[in-house]
């Protein structure tokens, strides 16, 4: 193991103690947040969790969380921003998608959804959200953040790189690998793991919904490493 792999572990225990210890108080601090801050609390989430994501994955095909164009600060920009939109989905399809179901007679769908206790009947509507979710927005989110990673790279990653005006024709036409965005990443990672897992996360209390979403980016970043 390299030095940056202790740091990074000590600052994870470090993280860990903090909310495991009743005295530091950080997890009241935490729900608080959430709860009153909910969407620069997602921005915060996503910008540290899931670009850790992307800087494991560069550890396991490279051997460095970084290097020189990766640009670490450009990427949880984008992240932060993603974040807001993955909050603002989530409380539009949580919302929508019980409502659905009450169209196609499901009446109690929301009810259900909402009652505290696990049921085989929240479980079901948590899965039509995930199912919903990933399908609708999913794809497109996950297509702009493609992009986003080549514009990044094109700009040596820098934060000046970012804010240049992005050539979407030419990266979308000639730049994007298609055969793994489509056939991979959206064909396979979307039914085989999106759909079980933000199932389980529909059905977390609502504090921890998008620290869990964000914690997903984190395996993810590892699936995808993998493949690659």
Not at 9 to 19: D, G, M, N, R, Y
Not at 57 to 70: D, P, Q, S, T
Not at 82 to 87: D, E, N, Q, V
Not at 109 to 131: D, I, P, R, Y
Request: hydrophobic fraction near 55%; charged fraction near 15%.
């Amino acid at each position: 193991m390299k030095k940056g792999d202790w740091i990074l572990i000590a600052c994870v225990a470090v993280v860990a103690a903090l909310f495991a210890i009743p005295q530091t108080h950080a997890a009241e601090g935490f729900n608080w947040a959430t709860a009153n801050h909910p969407y620069i609390m997602a921005f915060f989430k996503f910008a540290i969790l899931a670009t850790l994501g992307e800087m494991l994955a560069l550890r396991i095909r490279e051997g460095v969380y970084n290097k020189k164009g990766f640009g670490v600060l450009p990427r949880m920009m984008v992240w932060g921003f993603l974040g807001m939109c993955i909050a603002m989905a989530m409380v539009i399809f949580k919302t929508g998608v019980p409502a659905f179901l009450g169209s196609l007679g499901w009446k109690d769908a929301a009810a259900v959804f909402a009652a505290s206790q696990l049921t085989w009947g929240k479980v079901g509507v948590a899965f039509a959200v995930s199912v919903l979710m990933n399908s609708i927005f999913a794809p497109v989110m996950m297509t702009f953040h493609k992009c986003t990673d080549i514009h990044i790279t094109d700009n040596g990653g820098t934060v000046a790189g970012l804010l240049k005006p992005m050539k979407m024709r030419e990266i979308v036409s000639k730049k994007v690998n298609w055969d793994m965005q489509w056939n991979f990443v959206i064909k396979k990672t979307i039914p085989l793991f999106w759909f079980p897992a933000h199932t389980i996360t529909f059905i977390l209390p609502p504090n921890l919904q998008v620290l869990f979403a964000a914690l997903l980016g984190v395996a993810l970043g590892l699936i995808l490493a993998i493949k690659k």
